[in-house]
C-alpha cells in the first residue's frame, strides 16, 4: 500500500509531566501516515500519558509535538480515542447501538434534529464493519469483553478520523479475542488509511501486523522495528538495567526481568 | 344552593369526565394539578440522569440541604422557596465540582445530609412559629399551592427542562463514556456542575409537591422504573417524565377522594410501580437469546482475572 510522506506525527525533544513529576523526556520521533504503532512498557511508565499528549488533555512539559500537521488541541475530529476500559455496568441500559452514536454526534449540542436518517446509516456501516450487528442493539453492559470492544471500535470509526488512539484494547480478553481484535483493527486502518497507535501488554499477538514498536520505559523512549527495538540489548540500554529478550520457535518474543522494575514504576 | 353543593359527597363513578370535572371542581385542586404535572415533567427527565450518573443518593442529600435553606429563609424573613434555592443549587455547584469523584462517597453525602436536617430542626425552633411549617416542607403541600407559585413552577419546570435538553447529547455522551467525551472536547466537569444545578432547581420544585424526605418518589423512581424497561436514552427521558406525571396525577386523584396525604398515595403507586417493574422487567428487556446472555456472562467471567 501506498504511504503518503507527510509524517502522521513529529516529536521532537518532548517531554511529558504532571505537575513537578517527570514521566519521560527527550523524545524525538516521527510517525507515518498509515503506520501501525505498538506502543508497550511497563506499568506507569507514561504509555497512556504520551495518548494524552497526542489528544490535547495535557500539555508537553517541554520539546514539540505535531499531530496530523497541526499542534494537539482537544476535540480534534480526526483523532478517535478507545481509552483502557473500566468493566462496563452490566445494567447499564443503553444498547451497543447508542454507543456508537456517541461518536458522530455525541458532542454536539442539543437533541438530535433532522439528518437522523443518515446518521443512522453511518451507524450501521460502522457496526457492520467490526461485524457486530448480532448484538449492537443488546444492553452494552450483558456484551463480553471482546464484543464491547468492537463495539467501542465502531464509535471509534463512527466519527471519520483520520487517526486511532486505543489505550490495552487487548486487556482482558483471551489469548484468540487477542489476536482477533488485533486482526480487525489492522484490517479497518488499511481499509480507512488509519495511522494507529495501539497500547499493549504483550507484543506476540501484534507481532504479524505492527510495522514499528514505540517503547516507553525507565523516563525515555525508543521507536523502531519490533526486531531493532525488543532486543537484550536495546531494553537493557534503555532501562538502564539487565534485561534479557527470548524467542520461542514461532518467533514469539518474551521480555524477562521487568517485574521489579515495573513494581518500582507503578508506586 | 352553594351549601347544597358543597354538601354534596364528591363523584367518583364511570362517568370520567364527571370525575375530571369533580378533581378539577375546586381552585386548589387545579393548582395541584398544574404545578403537579410541571414538577413531574422536569423531575422526570432530570431524575433519568440522575439514575444513570448513580447520583440517587445525592439527588437525595440535596433535597435535605434544601430543608436547612428553607427553615433558614423562614427565619430570615424571606420566601421559603429562596432558601431552598440558595441551599441546593451551593451544594449543587460543589457536588457537581467533584465529578466522578462524589461517587463512593455516600459516608460524607450522609453526613451533610444528617447536619442539614439537623440545622433546618435548629432554625424550626427558633422561629418559634408552628410545626406545621416544617412538616410542610419535608413531606410537601401540594394543595396548599397558589396561584403564584403555581406560575413561578411553571417557569422554573421549564428552564430545568430546556435547559436539560439544551446540552442532552454531550450530557448523554459524558455519562456514558467521561474520557472519551473530554477527549472530543465536552466540557465534562463544566457540564457536571451544570447539570447539578438544574438538579438543584428541579428538586427545590419537587419539594413543594413532596417534600424533602419523599423526593425519590418522584425524582429517582420513574427513571429506575424506565431504565428497566428501555434500552433506548431518548425513549427513557420521555417514560420516566411520563410515569412521573402518571404517578402525580394517580396520586392527587386518590388524595382527593380519600382523608390521606397526596405525599403518601405518591410515594406508594411510586414504590409498588418499582417492585412490579423489578418482577416484570427482566423478562421484558431481556427477551432474546437468553442462551447467548448466559454464555457472554461465562465468557466475561472467564476473562476477569
Given amino acids: ?267 | 344552593m352553594p351549601e347544597l353543593y358543597l354538601a354534596a359527597a364528591p363523584y367518583f363513578g364511570w362517568d370520567l369526565v364527571r370525575v375530571v370535572q369533580e378533581l378539577f371542581r375546586y381552585a386548589f385542586m387545579q393548582h395541584a394539578f398544574e404545578a403537579g404535572t410541571m414538577v413531574a415533567i422536569s423531575a422526570g427527565v432530570i431524575g433519568y440522569f440522575v439514575v444513570l450518573r448513580g447520583l440517587s443518593f445525592a439527588a437525595h442529600a440535596l433535597s435535605h440541604i434544601g430543608f436547612a435553606g428553607a427553615t433558614g429563609a423562614v427565619l430570615t424573613g424571606t420566601a421559603p422557596i429562596v432558601g431552598l434555592l440558595v441551599f441546593t443549587m451551593s451544594a449543587g455547584a460543589v457536588m457537581g465540582a467533584l465529578g466522578q469523584r462524589l461517587r463512593g462517597r455516600d459516608v460524607t453525602i450522609g453526613l451533610v445530609m444528617a447536619w442539614s436536617l439537623g440545622l433546618g430542626l435548629l432554625f424550626t425552633r427558633l422561629y418559634k412559629g408552628s410545626a406545621n411549617l416544617a412538616i410542610g416542607i419535608l413531606f410537601g403541600q401540594i394543595f396548599g399551592i397558589t396561584s403564584q407559585d403555581v406560575a413561578l413552577t411553571f417557569v422554573a419546570g421549564a428552564v430545568t427542562v430546556l435547559l436539560v435538553l439544551a446540552v442532552y447529547r454531550p450530557l448523554l455522551f459524558a455519562t456514558l463514556d467521561e474520557e472519551v467525551a473530554e477527549a472530543k472536547g465536552v466540557p465534562v466537569r463544566a457540564l457536571s456542575i451544570a447539570f447539578m444545578v438544574v438538579l438543584a432547581v428541579a428538586v427545590s420544585e419537587a419539594v413543594q409537591v413532596v417534600g424533602v424526605l419523599l423526593i425519590f418518589a418522584l425524582i429517582v423512581a420513574p427513571a429506575a422504573i424506565a431504565e428497566r424497561f428501555t434500552t433506548r436514552p431518548s425513549r427513557g427521558v420521555l417514560l420516566a417524565a411520563l410515569l412521573a406525571v402518571l404517578f402525580t396525577w394517580a396520586g392527587l386523584t386518590v388524595a382527593y377522594y380519600l382523608p390521606y396525604p397526596a405525599g403518601f398515595f405518591i410515594t406508594t403507586i411510586a414504590f409498588w410501580s418499582y417492585i412490579v417493574a423489578r418482577l416484570a422487567a427482566p423478562t421484558l428487556t431481556l427477551p432474546r437469546r437468553r442462551g447467548t446472555e448466559i454464555l457472554a456472562r461465562d465468557e466475561q467471567a472467564r476473562h476477569s482475572p
Wanted: hydrophobic share 45%; glycine share 10%.
Fill in chain 1, 1 to 267: 500500500m501506498a504511504r503518503s510522506i507527510a509524517p502522521a506525527i513529529v516529536a521532537d525533544g518532548l517531554a511529558a509531566a504532571y505537575g513537578d513529576q517527570l514521566i519521560w523526556r527527550g523524545a524525538s520521533f516521527t510517525v507515518n501516515t498509515g503506520e501501525f504503532v505498538a506502543v508497550l512498557g511497563p506499568n506507569g511508565s507514561g504509555k497512556s500519558t504520551l495518548l494524552r499528549l497526542l489528544l490535547g488533555l495535557l500539555s508537553p512539559a517541554a520539546g514539540r509535538l505535531e499531530v496530523l500537521g497541526t499542534r494537539p488541541h482537544r476535540g480534534n475530529a480526526d483523532i478517535a480515542y478507545v481509552p483502557q476500559r473500566r468493566n462496563i455496568d452490566r445494567d447499564l441500559p443503553v444498547r451497543g447501538r447508542d454507543f456508537v452514536h456517541l461518536g458522530i454526534d455525541g458532542s454536539r449540542w442539543g437533541i438530535a434534529v433532522g439528518n437522523a436518517a443518515s446518521n443512522n446509516q453511518r451507524v450501521d456501516e460502522a457496526i457492520r464493519a467490526v461485524e457486530a450487528q448480532a448484538y449492537a442493539d443488546r444492553p452494552i453492559g450483558r456484551l463480553s469483553g471482546g464484543e464491547q470492544q468492537r463495539l467501542l471500535l465502531a464509535q471509534a470509526l463512527a466519527g471519520r478520523p483520520r487517526m486511532l488512539l486505543l489505550d490495552e484494547p487487548l486487556a482482558s480478553l483471551d489469548l484468540r479475542n487477542q489476536i482477533v481484535i488485533a486482526e480487525l483493527v489492522a484490517e479497518l486502518a488499511r481499509a480507512n488509511r488509519l495511522t494507529v497507535l495501539l497500547i499493549a501488554h504483550d507484543i506476540n499477538p501484534l507481532l504479524p501486523i505492527v510495522d514499528r514498536v514505540l517503547y516507553v520505559a525507565h523516563g525515555g523512549v525508543a521507536i523502531g522495528k519490533p526486531a531493532e527495538v525488543i532486543t537484550t540489548e536495546q531494553l537493557s540500554r534503555l532501562y538502564d538495567a539487565p534485561i534479557e529478550v527470548l524467542h520461542d520457535s514461532h518467533g514469539h518474543m518474551f521480555v524477562v526481568g521487568l517485574e521489579a522494575e515495573s513494581a518500582h514504576h507503578d508506586a
